[in-house]
């Protein structure tokens, strides 16, 4: 074959691969690769978590079930059973914050990222039900209302706001801006008002429940901050609104180890020393408020007077023998 008659072969050849028809049916043959590929590929299990803090661990009282992010997967962890259930956020930002409803049935996320969202997702099925777009760089914490009717919301603090949902309507019924940096939420007993919490920040905020259900328009959220006192310079890192007889009672605990007490008029009128180095969460129930501390310590304290009760066992030390262990130390 002469030199000429094989550069017009390789010239065919080369216009051939250019030609709209060869590129076509390759990307459609990568594509289906991938297809075939994402429904072969099962996640089964997932190592670690991502929860920048208590805000992002949740758990079911009713059930027990366990959910907490690792990146933008949402973990559904059935401890008794150690077997994990999955929700995969589509939009591929990252969890930081999630809740339970009430009832159980439906978990709400929020993500970091550009324009986030506010998500709700059925537990049983893992898929979305409801999303609300309100926030515009990250949201810092998320809580259902005791009576499941609405959602809060409060973004990162350049975010600056704080919204109130009634996610079933998929209308935002309240709203306000909150400058500080605010690190929990917690709903009172009768969902009348909720409690933020942060850097030298606790506040109340009211809903007004004849106006938000009457007016289609956002309703201007009323917030009132609580009286702090000589604790105003500390870091309140979780915050849980009483329940039962101290239904009145809003209890929080700074970074540097309080216990704090709000009475109904929103003065701090009493608190204790947690005797650690950190105080990280807070847990509140009818006759128990658990506080949880450095070094993995829970200590248990009254609801009616603050008067300490115990200092729960710490867990076994990873990969520990327990059927080894036959004396008490």
Not at 23 to 45: F, M, N, P, Q, Y
Not at 67 to 84: E, S, T
Not at 278 to 288: H, I, K
């Given at each position: 074959?002469?030199a000429?008659?094989?550069?017009?072969?390789?010239?065919?050849?080369?216009?051939?691969?250019?030609?709209?028809?060869?590129?076509?049916?390759?990307?459609?043959?990568?594509?289906?690769?991938?297809?075939?590929?994402?429904?072969?590929?099962?996640?089964?299990?997932?190592?670690?978590?991502?929860?920048?803090?208590?805000?992002?661990?949740?758990?079911?009282?009713?059930?027990?079930?366990?959910?907490?992010?690792?990146?933008?997967?949402?973990v559904?962890?059935?401890?008794?059973?150690?077997?994990?259930?999955?929700?995969?956020?589509?939009?591929?930002?990252?969890?930081?914050t999630?809740?339970?409803?009430?009832?159980?049935?439906?978990?709400?996320?929020?993500?970091?990222?550009?324009?986030?969202?506010?998500?709700?997702?059925?537990?049983?099925?893992?898929?979305?039900?409801?999303?609300?777009?309100?926030?515009?760089?990250?949201?810092?914490?998320?809580?259902?209302?005791?009576?499941?009717?609405?959602?809060?919301?409060?973004?990162?603090?350049?975010?600056?706001?704080?919204?109130?949902?009634?996610?079933?309507?998929?209308?935002?019924?309240?709203?306000?801006k909150?400058?500080?940096?605010?690190?929990?939420?917690?709903?009172?007993?009768?969902?009348?008002?909720?409690?933020?919490?942060?850097?030298?920040?606790?506040?109340?905020?009211?809903?007004?429940?004849?106006?938000?259900?009457?007016?289609?328009?956002?309703?201007?959220?009323?917030?009132?901050?609580?009286?702090?006192?000589?604790?105003?310079?500390?870091?309140?890192?979780?915050?849980?609104?009483?329940?039962?007889?101290?239904?009145?009672?809003?209890?929080?605990?700074?970074?540097?180890?309080?216990?704090?007490?709000?009475?109904?008029?929103?003065?701090?009128?009493k608190?204790?020393?947690?005797?650690?180095?950190?105080?990280?969460?807070?847990?509140?129930?009818?006759?128990?408020?658990?506080?949880?501390?450095?070094?993995?310590?829970?200590?248990?304290?009254?609801?009616v007077?603050?008067?300490?009760?115990?200092?729960?066992?710490?867990?076994?030390?990873?990969?520990?023998?327990?059927?080894?262990?036959?004396?008490?130390?």
């Amino acid at each position: 074959m002469t030199a000429e008659g094989s550069g017009t072969i390789r010239s065919r050849i080369k216009n051939l691969l250019r030609s709209p028809s060869i590129k076509l049916r390759r990307r459609s043959g990568a594509t289906r690769h991938k297809e075939d590929l994402s429904e072969k590929v099962i996640l089964e299990k997932v190592l670690g978590i991502t929860a920048p803090g208590n805000r992002a661990l949740a758990c079911d009282p009713r059930t027990g079930l366990l959910a907490y992010p690792a990146g933008c997967v949402v973990v559904l962890l059935n401890p008794r059973k150690n077997k994990q259930h999955h929700i995969f956020n589509s939009s591929r930002k990252a969890i930081t914050t999630l809740a339970f409803s009430p009832d159980g049935k439906y978990v709400v996320t929020g993500e970091s990222g550009h324009m986030p969202a506010v998500r709700v997702w059925d537990v049983s099925e893992r898929l979305q039900v409801a999303e609300l777009q309100e926030h515009k760089y990250g949201v810092a914490c998320v809580a259902f209302s005791p009576n499941g009717k609405y959602i809060v919301s409060v973004g990162y603090q350049h975010d600056m706001m704080v919204n109130v949902w009634n996610w079933k309507k998929n209308v935002v019924v309240a709203a306000n801006k909150v400058s500080s940096k605010v690190t929990a939420v917690s709903f009172s007993d009768d969902s009348s008002y909720f409690v933020t919490a942060g850097n030298r920040h606790v506040k109340f905020w009211y809903l007004d429940h004849g106006k938000t259900s009457k007016v289609n328009a956002t309703v201007p959220l009323l917030g009132r901050s609580g009286l702090l006192g000589e604790l105003r310079n500390n870091f309140f890192s979780d915050v849980a609104c009483g329940r039962g007889r101290q239904a009145a009672s809003t209890f929080c605990i700074t970074s540097s180890g309080l216990l704090c007490e709000f009475n109904d008029r929103r003065l701090l009128d009493k608190w204790v020393e947690l005797r650690t180095s950190q105080a990280t969460c807070l847990s509140v129930t009818d006759e128990l408020i658990f506080c949880g501390c450095s070094d993995g310590t829970v200590r248990a304290f009254s609801p009616v007077n603050l008067h300490f009760l115990c200092t729960l066992p710490r867990p076994h030390s990873l990969g520990a023998d327990i059927s080894s262990m036959v004396e008490a130390r």
